[in-house]
């Protein structure tokens, strides 16, 4: 019996689709799943920050230990910052925990509050306030942070990561490790409702440490004014506008019917 084969119709090899469809397809699918991703991991970042503990604070605040390299050592200003930051500490019932300064000689002026109690207050700051007050409604901003938590929701998605990869795997774990060294290159980021609430615990411990709130706006008036960027410069900004915050905080001691009396002076460590 002779054998016809039947004549090849269709070539498996080759799609019937676009190739150009189907790699569309499915990078609009990769790109979905890790918004959804993304998205889930918002969400559980609310439910993670209340249940991280501050045994895993204090582990989470040896990857940021390379930022207090450049610490002043036991230095007299350093030792006057504490003295202040403490003062304020006991005002507000923050005893939880210990709150360690860091005074880093760096021309930023700004403070910086990171996990496990670690507050950095760079040089450039200490050359722009003029009072005592002043230094402690910024020292109170940062403790408003720790309050609100905001120091670990600073960290964003990674945090939620790094939580349920220690929970599973161990602090030690290769995987958890990892996660550690990826957040590590994560910058730490407040919004800028973070920042008013903790604009408002300041506000709150200058008047119980001194009993008015003399000196809260005072530097971020000298802000406003010495701003060249613009109120365009903010609109991603995590810090609000200088001006807005200026008028928020004078609002709200006009609402609070707060005193406003004499600063006192800066101690002699901490004058530049």
């Keep these: 019996m002779k054998y016809t084969p039947r004549p090849i119709t269709e070539n498996v090899n080759v799609s019937k689709t676009s190739p150009f469809r189907e790699f569309v397809t499915l990078t609009l699918g990769v790109l979905g799943t890790l918004l959804v991703v993304y998205i ?3 969400l559980a970042l609310d439910f993670v920050v209340p249940r991280v503990s501050l045994r895993m604070e204090d582990h989470l605040s040896s990857l940021f230990a390379h ?8 230095s007299p200003t350093a030792e006057s910052l ?5 003062q304020l500490v006991s005002a507000g019932d923050f005893q939880d925990r210990q709150y360690r300064i860091h005074l880093v000689s760096n021309k930023m002026v700004n403070a910086l509050a990171f996990p496990g109690g670690h507050i ?3 040089s ?8 005592e007050n002043e230094l402690a409604m910024v020292l109170g901003h940062e403790l408003g942070h720790y309050r609100n938590k905001d120091h670990l929701r600073g960290m ?3 945090l939620v990561l790094v939580f349920f990869s220690t929970i599973t795997f161990g602090a030690s774990s290769q995987i958890s490790g990892f996660l550690q060294s990826m957040l590590l290159k994560t910058e730490m980021k407040f919004s800028q409702k973070q920042e008013k609430e903790a604009d ?6 200058i008047r119980k440490l001194y009993g008015h709130v003399g000196g809260a706006t005072d530097f971020f008036k000298r802000l406003s004014k010495e701003d060249k960027a613009g109120r365009l410069s903010y609109f ?3 810090h609000p506008y200088p001006e807005d915050r200026v008028r928020e905080l004078e609002s709200m001691i006009k609402e609070r019917n707060d005193p406003v009396l004499e600063t006192r002076p800066l101690a002699p460590p901490l004058r530049q």
Excluded: C, M, P
């Design 236 to 238: 991603f900004a995590t």
């Design 82 to 86: 504490q003295s202040i930051l403490d």
């Design 124 to 131: 450039g700051l200490l050359e722009k306030v003029q009072s």
């Design 120 to 122: 950095l207050v760079f």
């Design 200 to 205: 408002v615990w300041g506000l709150k411990l």
């Design 156 to 158: 964003g998605r990674g």
């Design 67 to 74: 930022v207090y390299e450049n610490e002043e050592k036991a």
């Design 40 to 42: 889930l991991l918002g």
